[in-house]
């Protein structure tokens, strides 16, 4: 991507006067606003209304810094005071991952917030949304995300999962309550869902509106050993930087649900419904996930149709018929099968590349279509001018969660 | 701080043969593992036995390189990759804030976990601790640390807090049971408590073995509005680095207390008491701190003994003679005072330097005995070898928490 600009400033304050001039000009709105999940009193990163991110470090002694997101980086111009100030092309509405490059050092953005992606903590930012009304945080009834320990006999370790209740689960000491199972992707982990895709506040929101029925949320780590076929992640040389390539390795090659498939099914699934007032059966059960979470429980639901009656898929593949054809008893027992991608997936997928262009399933939308056809409550959700990013996977529970448990 | 060292290696794989021969030579022992609290699959930061931090970052344009711990910074020795890697002297058992400098950017380590504290998120480190298994994971029964919104009238705003709630309240649906009310320091929030004060673990681990009684714990965030009195805390120019540097403003010239005490008294303890199976008077209820939330926890009980029983004050000054004879009924109401110290602190405090020789209400030990001689339930409490850090925190909830609600 090619990014040339001439920035037009409304003040010269921090930039001491140096001049940007190029030979092709990008006129860059002025419009700038500490981001909002800035750190306290940070005032820097900023973004504009053209979803322009602009950010600003001290580094009096560096020669070169840059904005590293969306893959690419973007160099940054030195002050006679030794700060550093730039800004990206637009980027898509939503969050996105990103960080600088002080030399060659990949360091979080030390006026960002963190979050854990692209297997390290580091930097995040949102581009507003226009419909982020649906995860605002507002005066309406709140639910609570609780953090969990329990002991996992698969892995004999103490494991850490979060555990979203809906506001009247308090209330109402003898109300027994329907479950989601919820994965994040590859690189990510089990903060994913709350922190990144506020799932709490989604729920929140669409309970507060009467637009979903109260569940309770499991959001657990699913980046476990993946087994005999695990791709190899030798232990990184002594200082190497992290970098933002997300591991991918070939996803046909090693099997990345079945040692999460034995902690879900012989230590979690239990675990939650001996501590907490569940429905504890096949109806009220639920499992989602995104990216290699949503691989995860296609694999997973489809072996265990009696565990599991609501499937949801976002960007990470597609129910074929074959599938629905292989696993009996699958018109009877599940309820909905939930497929959805960002528009821009679909986009890079016609073009015959992108990161999704070779999940599982073939054709999302036609087997989507498929087994629509065939009598199956199937749905097929695409976000609109959104990637690989929380902001489809936001959408896609918005939307998912509207439909569960609703017979 | 002087620091010299001859890095006696049993490798010198990460430093391509670099010698660091210098004059005063220091044995650094090569027993060096990566951190407690690094992120997955992160080689550095590593700790020795000695307590020294070695951390190492790829960064082959940068001219400097240092670690940035304990208010020295440390520099760094590049390989002829652009590997740099460098070591602290040794550093108190427990746990540390710091950062990396480069090219004279302050940043995060990317390969630590990160903390909110010096009013930042940035890396923090363990060094092992010899007592350190009373906040260890282990298989236990765990209770839950709840991340709860609520809306405050005080501020009009919905506000965060955390909830800790032992193992048992979820099986005993109608017990009901006491709330210790648990405060940060100045520069640090609501997630203090959790995150770098192990509070769930210690509490879990106390239950389990029958040490303590089970109750309530509210972490809320401390740090607002101080009123008219505020220090200013003017909007960080353009791209100015943050710092380790505490804001330490003249404790005595601004009412950190005021603000607080409301919403606490009209918001918090409200909601709580609403929401979870509180036993919501006097006698049950706690408050205690750390500095700056040690020095609220003394304002806040003084001034409220009818809603406060149990006092805890960690690092944070201590109840005077003069307090108890001012506060109306103090001898009848108050059930305990907790006061503690890092030992280094004292030692501070008796060479009249150190963060806390200005705390509130003269010498702590003659304070506390004090109440003791006039028949007040004081303990005075000294973490040994540490200073004002998490480590003297940990420990003292260790032992306040097991004093808590047993009459």
Known sequence: MKYRSVIVLATTVFLGGICFAQTNQTTVIEDFKPSSVNQPDKQYPQV??????????????????QLDIGAVKYDMKKDDKGVWIGESAPQDEGFHYYQLNVDGASVPDPGSLYYYGASRWGSGIEIPAKDQDFYAVKNVPHGQLREIRYFSKVTNSVRHCFVYTPN???QNSNKRYPVLYLQHGMGENETGWGNQGHTDLIMDNLLADGKAKPFIIVMDNGSVNFGGQRPPVAPRPAGTADTTQRRRPGMGNFNFAEQFQKILLQDIIPFIDSNFRTIADQQHRAMAGLSMGGMQTRIITLANLDTFSYIGIFSGGSISMDDVNN????????????TSFGSRELENRRAGGGPNASAFGGDPKVNSEALKQAGINSHFYVSPLTAHEWQSWRRSLHEFAQMLFKD
Not at 327 to 338: D, M, N
């Open 168 to 170: 009247e689960y308090d």
């Open 327 to 338: 696993a009996q008893g699958f018109k009877e027992k599940v309820k909905l099968v939930f």
């Open 48 to 65: 504009n209304s053209e979803g322009r991110v602009r950010t600003s470090i001290l580094a009096p002694e560096a020669q070169r810094v």
